[in-house]
C-alpha cells in the first residue's frame, strides 16, 4: 500500500517536471526568435541613421541661405521703411499744415498724434542738422501748440463758477451739476496735459499759468458781478487784475527761463524764489509772528504794525476822501460785502473739487495752483475791506449812523464762514511752505480791517458823547444826544459777543499807548501761545457760555462809560440854561428816558444767559445795575430841585395856612391889606411861572413823566391853595374882590395840568 503511495506521487513529480522542461524549451525558442529580429531592427535602424545623415548634410546649406536671405529681405524692408518714414518727415510741413492750422476740434487724441509726427520730424531733422526743414517744422509746430493751448483754454473757461446767483447752502455743493455734463472736457484737459508732460515738461509751467490766470479771473469776475458797476470796485478790479496778470507772469517767465527738467521742481523753485522774495515785507514779519510757533521770542515794533496796515491803503485813503461819501450806497455795498464772502466760499469750495480731478496724478501741485488762485481773491477783497473800513472815518457823527450796523454784521456773517475757510485752506494748500501762513494771514486780515474800523468806531462814538457841542432846546426837551446814544446802544446790542471783543479794546487799560492793530495781534498771538487751536478761531468766536460771558460783561462796560460821559454832558449843557427851572426839567427829560431803558429788570440767571433782548439783561449779567441806581436817585434830586421854583409862591400862603392871624369877621385895614398882598401876590408870581413852565415841553413818548410832575404840583400847590384858599376866600376883605381872588382851586389845578404842552 505504501509502495503504490509512493509510485503516484514520483509519477506526479516526473510529470510536473517533464511539464517545466516543455516550457523552458519554448521560453529558449522564443528568446532565440526575439534575438533574430532585435538584429534585423538594428541592421533597418542603422540604414535609416545613414540616410538621414546624408538628408542633414543636404538639407543644412539650403537652410542657411534661406536664413540669410530672410535677414537680408528683413534690413531692405526696415531700410525701406525708414526711407518712407524720411520722405514723411521731408512732406511732414505739406502734410499735417492743414491738419494743424485747423486745430484740434473735437477730436484732441488724433490732433495730438499729428502733433507727435512733427515731433518727430523736428528731432530727425536736429539729428541730421538740415535747419531749413528744422525751422519749417518748428514753425508749424509751435502754430499746433498754440492751437492746442487755445483748446486748452476753451476747455477751461467752460468749467465757470457757480454764477452770481448763488445758493446759500454752503454745506452742500453739487458737484455733478457742475462737472457732471462735462466730464468729457475735462478728461480731453488731462489728455492735453500729459500730452505736454510726454514730448514738452517745460511747458507744464505755462499751462498751470493759465490755469491760475483763469481760475482767479473767474472768480473775480463773478465777485464783481455781485457787486455791480460801482466805480470804487471797477478801479479795485482793475489793479487786482494787472497785480493779477503782472505777478503770476512774473514766475511763470522766471520759470521758464531756468528752463527745469521737472515741472514739479521748477514751479516748487519759482514759489520758493517768489516767497523769498517778499519775505521782507511788513505783512510777511506780522505772518512769521502770527503762525511762529516761536511767537515770544520775536519783537515786532509797533511803527512796523503799524506801516503794515497804513502802507497798503495809504492811496485807497486819498481816494476815499476825494470822492463823496453816501452813507446809504455804502450800507448797500456792505451788505453786498457780505454775499462776496459767502460767494467766495462757494467758488474756493468749487475750485478745489476742479482743481483736484483735473490734476488728480499730482496733489502737491493742486495744491500749488489753489495757493495762487486765493491769493488775488483775497487781495480783491481786503482792498475792498479796507475801502469799507475807511468810509466809517468820513462819518461826521457815528452815534446817529447806522454803519457800524453794517461793519459788526459783515463779522458776523464772516465769523460763521471762518470755520471753512480755515478747512479749505488747510485741505487744499501746501503745508510744508510759508504760502499755508501767507493765505491764512490775507484772510484774518479781512477781520483785522473791520476790527480796526469797529474799535476807532467805538473810540470815536465815546469821544463825541464825552464832547458833544450840540445846542440845546430852548422848551428843555430831550436832547438829540441822548437819544442819538440810545439808539446807538440798541444798534450794536444784537452784536453783543462780537461788540464785546471790540469793546475789551476800546476800554482795556493798554488802548491809550497800543495802536487798536498791534493790541489785537497780540491778544491772537497770547491765545496761541497758549493752545494753538486757539488761533484757528477769532477770539469772539466763542462756543462756550462762560468764554460769551468775558465778552459780554466787557460790551456792559462800555455802555456803562458811555452813559458817564453822557451824563457828563447833559450836566453840562443843562448849566447853559438860565432858567434853573428849565434846567432840571431838561435834566428830567433826558434822565427819564435813559432810566426808560433800564426798566423792567427781567427774573434771569445770569450764568445760564445766552442771547439777550435788551440792555438790562446785559447790565444784569455784568452786575452794572447800579446804574440804574443812580439813575433813580438823580430822578428824585431833579425833581426835588424842580419843586423850589414853588418856594416863593408857598411863602405867600404857607404861613397863614399853619397859623390864622384874623381873629374875627370884621377885619382891620392892615389884615384886609394883608390878604390883598398875599392874594395879589400869589396870583402874580403863579401866572409868571404859569407862562414860564407853558413853555416847558416834555414829549409825549414821555407822558408819563409829565403826569408824575403836574400830579405832584397838585398835590404840593394845588392841595395848599386849597387849605388857603378855604380859609380866607370867605373874607370880605376888598370891594372888588374878584381882583384878589382870582383861581378857584379847580381853576390852580386845571392850569397846573397845562404845564409841558409847548413844541
Known sequence: MVYEDTYRLRQINDLKIQKDLNSISLLKKCIGESK???????????????????????????????????IKHSN??????????ILEYYDAVKNLSVVIQAGPGQDIKTYLNQMDKLKSAIQYFS???????????????????????????SFLNKFNVIKANFTNDLDNVDNGKIFGPKENDLNQMKCIMEWFKKTEPTHLDKLYEKIINNRSQLILDNLKNIKG??????????????????????????????????????????LNDNADSKRSTLRSRLTENLFSSNDSKRKVSKANLNDSYSNSSAQLNKLTTISNFDEEIEINNCSKFTQLIEKTLLSFQTEVNFIFKLIESDKQMAMRLMGCIYEPVLRFLNTESERLANNAKQI???????????????????????????EIFEQSTLKTSRHLNKINQMYIELFVNFEKACVEYFKDVLDSIRSDTQTIHQNGNIHPLTTETLTYIDNVLPFDVIAGFISSVVVSKDSNQLMPSELEIKLRREASE???????????????IPEKKVYREQLADYF??????????????????????????????????????????????????????????LFVLANKMDLKNHYETEMLNYKREYSKCWSKLMSFIRDLIDRNPLSGEKLKDKDRQMLKDRFSGFNKEFEEIYEAQKRYYIPSEQHELAEEIRQDNVLYVGLQYQKFYDIYSRYNFATNRDKYVKYTPNALNAMLREFFTAF
Open 229 to 270: 458797476k460801482t466805480n470804487s470796485l471797477k478801479n479795485s478790479g482793475n489793479s487786482v487784475a494787472y497785480n493779477l496778470s503782472h505777478s503770476n507772469s512774473s514766475q511763470f517767465a522766471k520759470r521758464n527761463s531756468l528752463a527745469p527738467q521737472s515741472p514739479v521742481s521748477n514751479l516748487n523753485t519759482s
Open 396 to 422: 461826521s457823527k457815528k452815534s446817529t449812523s447806522k454803519y457800524i450796523i453794517s461793519l459788526l454784521d459783515i463779522l458776523s456773517k464772516m465769523v460763521k464762514t471762518k470755520p471753512k475757510f480755515l
Open 530 to 544: 497758549k493752545n494753538i487751536a486757539n488761533f484757528k478761531r477769532i477770539a469772539y468766536q466763542v462756543q462756550s
Open 36 to 70: 533574430e529580429q532585435t538584429n534585423k531592427m538594428t541592421s533597418l535602424l542603422d540604414g535609416i541613421e545613414i540616410r538621414l545623415s546624408g538628408l542633414h548634410d543636404l538639407i543644412v546649406p539650403v537652410y542657411d541661405s534661406t536664413n540669410n536671405l530672410q
Open 76 to 85: 531692405l524692408e526696415r531700410a525701406v521703411v525708414q526711407l518712407d518714414n
Open 560 to 617: 456803562y462809560r458811555l452813559f458817564l460821559y453822557l451824563n457828563y454832558n447833559l450836566k453840562k449843557k443843562a448849566d447853559c440854561y438860565h432858567d434853573q427851572n428849565l434846567k432840571y426839567i431838561f435834566l428830567l427829560n433826558n434822565v427819564h428816558k435813559i432810566r426808560k431803558a433800564l426798566s423792567n429788570v427781567p427774573n434771569i440767571k445770569k450764568e445760564n444767559i445766552d442771547q439777550f433782548d435788551s440792555l438790562v439783561e
Open 127 to 153: 539729428i541730421n542738422k538740415n535747419k531749413s526743414q528744422k525751422s519749417e517744422n518748428e514753425e508749424l509746430w509751435m502754430k499746433g501748440k498754440m492751437n492746442v493751448d487755445r483748446e486748452f483754454e
